[in-house]
């Protein structure tokens, strides 16, 4: 059974920095990706960033590229979301998923497995 444990979120002034943590179980393997994904009061849900476990490409939303880094630790099994730079509107609740991909893609269709969200506020 694959499952997935978001972890790390808080408060944190405009400007701070956060690292969130997913810890990812009953892969066998490392054809998958994992997806950040984010929803804010009153918005859609929307993809933020992913990597692919098997070569460790990335991609990232425009919103936040440049100020946030995505890393797996495969001897862990755990992927970290680096968020720096952080301004009022990336507070939302994020959530990371897994999908039988090759490819980092943060769309989220292809997104099988959820973990449950983490909060994150930002104060101005």
């Known amino acids: 059974e694959v499952q997935l444990q978001a972890s790390g979120g808080g408060l944190v002034q405009a400007g701070g920095s956060l690292r969130l943590s997913c810890a990812v179980s009953?892969?066998?393997?490392?054809?998958?990706?994992i997806g950040w994904f984010r929803q804010a009061p009153g918005k859609d849900r929307e993809g933020v960033s992913a990597?692919?476990?098997?070569?460790?490409?990335?991609h990232y939303a425009a919103s936040v590229k440049g100020r946030f880094t995505i890393s797996s630790d495969n001897a862990k099994n755990t992927v970290y979301l680096q968020m720096y730079g952080l301004k009022p509107e990336d507070a939302a609740v994020y959530y990371c998923?897994?999908?039988?991909?090759?490819?980092?893609?943060?769309?989220?269709?292809?997104?099988?497995?959820w973990g449950q969200g983490t909060l994150v506020t930002v104060s101005s």
């Open positions: 998923a897994a999908a039988r991909v090759l490819v980092a893609t943060i769309y989220e269709p292809v997104y099988d497995y």
């Open positions: 009953g892969f066998t393997g490392d054809d998958y990706a």
């Open positions: 990597i692919s476990i098997k070569d460790g490409a990335t």
